[in-house]
């Protein structure tokens, strides 16, 4: 199973904008589904977003439609989050996933990452 390393997390006043990456080790197939999920302190993790490899359809969780925006890097096997207007509820571990499955449901999600830290200052 190829691995899944997320990168491009840090600090960031609210507001303001990152963008994180996410890299498998080997070829992403067509027919995955590539999702972004976070974890904030004491909290479930959530789903953020969703592309489907083959078409780009993408999906996005309320709390972030109209900010977020995920997509297919130059390369073929990354995943990026572009994240603007960043809010202090963003605050989050976040973690690349790789499924099969057009789901919010991270249990349809069997290749996970290491998860990479945003914060958001008020």
């Known amino acids: 199973q190829a691995q899944l390393v997320e990168s491009g997390g840090g600090s960031v006043q609210a507001g303001g904008s990152l963008r994180l990456s996410c890299e498998a080790s080997?070829?992403?197939?067509?027919?995955?589904?590539m999702g972004w999920f976070r974890q904030a302190p004491g909290k479930e993790r959530e789903f953020v977003a969703l592309?489907?490899?083959?078409?780009?359809?993408?999906l996005y969780a309320d709390s972030v439609k109209g900010r977020f925006t995920i997509s297919k890097g130059n390369n073929l096997n990354i995943v990026n989050l572009q994240m603007n207007v960043l809010k202090p509820d963003d605050t989050a571990v976040y973690y690349c996933?790789?499924?099969?499955?057009?789901?919010?449901?991270?249990?349809?999600?069997?290749?996970w990452g290491q998860g990479t830290q945003v914060t958001v200052a008020s």
């Open positions: 996933a790789r499924g099969s499955q057009y789901s919010t449901d991270q249990r349809e999600y069997f290749n």
């Open positions: 080997g070829r992403i197939y067509s027919s995955s589904v």
């Open positions: 592309i489907r490899w083959n078409s780009g359809r993408t």
